[in-house]
């Protein structure tokens, strides 16, 4: 009986694991550059019951559930649709080529802890005249310094390379290229995060990419696939809370009809 309850409550933490995960996909649904999380529910292995068989050796009776957990998350890199926002600080980061199935490229942004990574194109230009994230946070050229206009109107051209007002240049903007999308951390700011700094996409031959001044891509995020499969997470959960408070009051009767019996 108590197998049944371990199995109804892993149930129950797998879908709430997978509730969160999709809330917070619909929460980003219109947040730019943004990459939608992805996971399935698996089973634990199964364990195979034997009988023992008076002189027949051992009679299998089946396989025994052990119950289920959700697989750790991660973001999907599908490409989200571009937005027009004619705003001169807007970038979008196009992907056309890379060597691994699942390699992608990213923006290079001034981490808290050294460099992350966004598709988040959405920026701005600070005070001092530096490119920045609309939380602040510096925007880096292909050599990991901040870009700096100088307050100056700029032009950026589909490799990247910042063009001042007065003919000359603010650097090319620093695009990195992840082998493996799969091995990347997502932060809480929806950056990401890697074990060891990524390469330049610029210095790979095997990759090819364009930048589009003026445009965001758009979260990626379905909303009404995520909906369709946050419903179905809700009723999940509710079944296996119906399971457990079942197998609850099975063992309240059971400990009142023993405690009678004694």
Excluded: C
């Amino acid at each position: 009986m108590l197998r049944g309850f371990y199995n109804a409550a892993s149930g129950m933490a797998a879908q709430q694991r997978k509730t969160d995960m999709l809330n917070n996909n619909i929460a980003n649904a219109n947040t730019p550059g943004y990459k939608s999380d992805q996971s399935a529910i698996r089973t634990f292995p199964e364990q195979l019951l034997h009988a023992e068989n008076a002189g027949r050796g051992p009679r299998t009776i089946g396989a025994l559930g052990t119950g289920v957990y959700m697989q750790d998350q991660a973001p999907s890199f599908t490409p989200g649709e571009l937005q027009e926002t004619n705003a001169p600080a807007d970038a979008a980061l196009l992907q056309a080529e890379v060597p691994d199935e699942n390699g992608a490229v990213l923006f290079m942004v001034q981490g808290e802890e050294g460099t992350a990574y966004t598709r988040n194109g959405n920026w701005t230009v600070d005070a001092e005249g530096f490119l920045t994230t609309a939380d602040g946070q510096y925007i880096l050229n292909n050599e990991g310094a901040p870009v700096e206009t100088g307050n100056e109107s700029f032009q950026i051209t589909g490799n990247g390379t910042v063009l001042l007002e007065n003919g000359g240049e603010a650097g090319q903007l620093g695009v990195a290229y992840a082998p493996d999308t799969n091995d990347l951390v997502k932060t809480e700011a929806g950056m990401f995060e890697a074990e060891e700094e990524l390469g330049a996409a610029a210095d790979n031959e095997n990759i090819r990419y364009q930048i589009k001044q003026g445009f965001l891509e758009q979260s990626n995020t379905d909303s009404t696939q995520a909906m369709t499969e946050l419903m179905e997470a809700y009723r999940m959960f509710e079944s296996n809370q119906k399971v457990m408070q079942t197998y609850d009051r099975s063992m309240e009767k059971a400990v009142n009809e023993v405690g009678r019996l004694g």
